[in-house]
């Protein structure tokens, strides 16, 4: 017995270690993405860039001084939330975030532009009703997680609809346009100025009214993505010197033009094929939730047809692409083993178990390193870009990869490759709601402060959107 657990156990070592990353190489996938980075920040460059490096327009994070009441669209699904948020700058905390749930039925996800945003005005209209806010004129972040090029804080063209939606009319216009006209069209309530607002951003901006150092926002979830706070002399596509801009990185698209080619492993370009964008996002197909649990799927399939695990015997469960959850790598992680197998068809022995084990463990590894080297890309590339000898900064995360698997790899292996860094991770709380809310906090109060009208509404001036980017 001790013998043939032995045995499988260095089979399946043999079968992982393409997954096992030396720290020199990680190093150099992060060397990598930073100059992926320098080339999607560049005026001439960037439309070839894997890694888009898309300016945000929001030109600062919150200092705590915020303070006021402010409404928030998350649109992303066949369900939309409203917010309504409270800050109190004595606190420096959200004192109020009352939210509603609206449903978007099928006709409406396929029907016209107009009927979707007449919907959302409607529902929006309903949501202010019950809050007593109706008469109250607010400004709204809006978080739209379509594909879009956004203009500026408060313009943003969808490039295509995906998840569903095909509403008519919209491809090509701006989203934030088609909802203020749709609340003019209600015709008994009105909002103040609208900031398009990127849910890594969000994340970031709603860890930083908490921790004012944060100047990093990470998801590591179904998808994944950075955004971080850039030097404006480094962004060419936008015109300005000074400061500082939020830039939403969209490394999930790192490795899409194959400079990931090398540490692909057979299990990921199967992933990839079997995917319904072959060939796009690259890196989030090796690090994500969406993929993690079918790259364990493709190894435990394989490992079994080599009679290395299971006896041999592959279930028809097992067959079936997206029948093992990235959840399930989680659980396995922490002691779950044997429902999760039986549900699957397996008939297991101590010695599958342990491989189970081990097979979930490097995936999730090779998962957090990876994530590891694109983080130490971003802060390095802070800590260079600001001529400092040691960088302290927050990174605002959010994610339930991050979330439900253990940390302390990804924390060491940034530490490691950026060992002039020192970085704090927040997990963030609801990053598409009060973060969205939080960056037209952030723009209301530089408008205060510049003494121009709060709600965009003195057209002799320019809107405190448009001041976040002067």
């Given at each position: ?6 045995y499988?156990?260095r089979c ?9 990353l ?30 888009k ?6 030109r600062?994070?919150?200092?705590g ?6 409404l ?9 939330r ?7 700058e ?12 609206c ?6 996800m ?33 978080t739209?997680?379509?594909?879009c ?23 090509g ?10 609340v ?17 951003v969000?994340?970031m ?25 850039e ?5 060419k596509?936008?015109?300005g ?13 790192f ?6 080619r090398?540490?692909q492993?057979?299990?990921?370009l199967?992933?990839d094929?079997?995917?319904i964008?072959?060939g ?14 079918e790259i364990?799927r493709?190894l435990?399939?394989k490992?079994t ?8 015997k592959?279930?028809e469960?097992?067959?079936t ?10 659980e396995?992680?922490h002691?779950?083993?044997q ?9 297991w022995s ?20 990876l994530?590891a080297a ?23 995360v ?5 979330k ?10 940034v530490?490691k ?5 020192t ?7 609801d ?14 109060r ?10 965009g509404?003195?057209t002799?001036?320019p ?5 976040l980017?002067?």
């Open positions: 017995l001790l013998t043939d657990r032995s499988t156990e399946v070592k043999r079968f992982l270690e393409p997954f096992r030396s720290q020199k190489t990680l190093q150099d996938i992060s060397s990598r993405l930073t100059q992926d980075m320098i080339k999607g920040l560049g005026r001439h460059s960037h439309h070839k860039a894997p890694v490096m898309l300016p945000t327009f929001v600062a994070t919150p200092d001084t915020e303070k006021g009441d402010f928030a669209l998350d649109l992303g699904g066949t369900n939309f409203v917010l309504h948020v409270r800050v109190n004595d606190e420096k905390s959200v004192l109020k975030m009352d939210s509603e749930i449903a978007i039925p099928q006709e409406i396929t029907g016209t532009g107009e009927q979707l945003f007449d919907h959302i005005a409607a529902c929006l209209g309903t949501f202010l009703e019950k809050q007593g806010l109706k008469e109250q004129v607010l400004p709204l972040g809006f739209f997680s379509f594909p090029e956004q203009k500026e804080i408060d313009k943003s063209i969808l490039i295509r609809w995906t998840k569903g939606f095909n509403c008519s009319g919209v491809e216009r701006d989203v934030v346009q088609l909802l203020k006209e749709a003019r069209r209600q015709g008994d309530y009105e909002i103040g100025t609208v900031a398009m607002v990127n849910d890594t969000g994340t901006m709603s860890c930083g009214y908490r921790d004012q150092s944060c100047e990093i926002g990470m998801i590591i979830g179904t998808g994944t993505n950075a955004c971080y706070m030097e404006m002399c480094n962004v596509r936008v015109e010197e000074g400061g500082r801009m939020c830039i939403n990185t969209e490394w999930g698209g490795g899409d033009d194959g400079s990931l090398d540490i492993t057979q299990f990921d199967e992933v094929r079997s995917s964008n072959p796009v996002h690259i890196f989030e197909k090796m690090i994500s939730g969406m993929y993690l649990g364990v493709l435990l399939v490992m047809e080599d009679k290395i695990l299971f006896s041999g592959v279930s469960k097992l067959r692409s997206g029948a093992f959850l990235t959840k399930f790598i989680s396995i992680e002691g779950s083993f429902r999760i197998l039986s549900d699957l068809g397996l008939q101590t010695a599958d178990l342990r491989a189970v084990h081990l097979i979930c463990d490097t995936v999730s590894s090779r998962s957090a390193q994530c694109a983080l130490a890309a971003v802060a390095n590339r802070i800590r260079t870009n600001r001529g400092l000898d040691h960088l302290d900064t927050t990174v605002g959010d994610g339930t990869v991050f439900k698997h253990p940390t302390a790899e990804l924390r060491s292996m530490h490759l950026a060992p002039k860094c970085l704090k991770f927040i997990v963030s709380e990053g598409s709601g009060k973060g969205a809310a939080m960056v037209t906090a952030v723009a209301q530089i408008a205060a402060q510049c003494g121009y009208c709060v709600l509404q003195d002799q001036h809107s405190f959107l448009q001041l980017c002067l």
